[in-house]
């Protein structure tokens, strides 16, 4: 059995199967109409959000029908986890009851290794707590490859809320693994510390810095998180005033850093605040492409993990 728990769940070669796979989806005329269309007849994917998604549900969703397979939503207040029943139990149940894989977001960050041991049904973490998101970090991946920027020596910058960002610690693992150099920007308060979790080989890769300019000079990208307000003990509002002062990403920056090609963001968007509104039909926002990458390697790690090709 194959899960997706952790971008360390990939290695390079998998991670370059995946791309390839990506990519052969993402160009398709639509997502829907794939040469793998019936990939997935007959099973089914669970599907449980126990905190808020739009594109990451729903891409999953989109991504199971894309491949032939079939959706089972699981209201969490209204399943047998609320009653105690066990991690492992609750795997089991949903095996038995034909779904192959189950999709799995929650605050609470234990829960899809746990399911994961019984190793009944494949687990995907879709984002727990504030861990990892490894299918948002392997969507920008594709992202990043379909704009050729992955064959270039890149430097790429991640502005914004990193402390709390789950995407962010999912490419921390993710972009020096792909020979990328990062430059983690925010006010002190939303830097990473001391990544503890890396191994020095990812933390050669990454830079912290206070400093917009330092973090954007010379960056080709620009990937901007979320402020998670929902994420802070106190809103600081004189910490978000700095934030939006001295941060945001406004017109005059792409003329001040003309190597900057690229923004990204996973959404959703607080526009004013991360990036200024003026910005959101810039050829340079790849925002909404995002969303699509994002799609295609759901596609893509939904073949690896049920496709029976890598067994
Ligand atoms: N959608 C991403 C997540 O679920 C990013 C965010 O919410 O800021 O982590």
């Known amino acids: 059995m194959i899960h997706a728990l952790s ?37 089914r994917v669970a599907l449980w959000f126990d905190e808020p998604s739009t594109r990451t549900s729903l891409s999953f969703e989109a991504a199971v029908k894309n491949l032939g397979g079939g959706v089972v939503r699981i ?39 746990a399911l994961a041991e019984e190793d009944a049904l494949s687990v995907i973490n879709a984002g727990n707590g504030t861990v990892e998101h ?30 709390h960002s789950r995407v962010a610690n999912s490419h921390f693992r993710l972009l020096p693994k792909c020979g990328i150099d990062v430059t983690v920007c925010a006010p002190a308060a939303w830097l990473p510390g001391s990544l503890p979790s890396l191994s020095s080989r990812e933390k050669e890769r990454i830079q912290l810095t206070t ?10 990208v620009a990937m901007y998180l979320r402020v998670q307000k929902e994420r802070h003990a106190d809103n600081n509002i004189s910490l978000y005033e700095e934030f939006i002062e001295k941060y945001q990403l406004r017109s005059e920056h792409l003329s001040r850093y003309p190597s900057l090609k690229m923004v990204m963001h996973p959404g ?9 509104p003026s910005l959101r039909n810039s050829p340079k926002c790849a925002i909404l492409r995002q969303v699509r990458c994002g799609v295609a390697m759901r596609m893509a790690l939904l073949r690896y993990l049920l496709g029976g090709e890598e067994e």
Do not use: M
């Not at 991670?15 to 990939?39: I, Q, T, V």
């Not at 400093?211 to 080709?220: H, M």
């Open 75 to 113: 209201d969490e207040k209204c399943s047998s986890a609320v009653k105690g029943e066990s991690w492992g139990d609750t795997a089991a149940v949903l095996a038995e009851l034909g779904c192959s894989a189950l999709v799995i977001r929650t605050s609470d960050a234990d829960v899809p290794s």
């Open 134 to 163: 490894p299918t948002q970090a392997i969507g920008d991946l594709l992202c990043l490859e379909l704009s050729g920027y992955l064959s270039t020596h890149l430097k790429l910058a991640i502005v914004g809320d990193s402390a």
């Open 7 to 43: 971008i360390d769940d990939f290695d390079e070669r998998t991670l370059r199967l995946l791309l390839s796979w990506g990519k052969e989806y993402f160009e398709a005329e639509d997502l829907a109409h794939n040469p793998d269309a019936e990939l997935l007849a007959g099973r």
């Open 268 to 276: 959703p968007v607080n526009w004013g605040i991360e990036i200024s």
């Open 211 to 220: 400093s917009l300019e330092e973090a954007l000079s010379g960056a080709t």
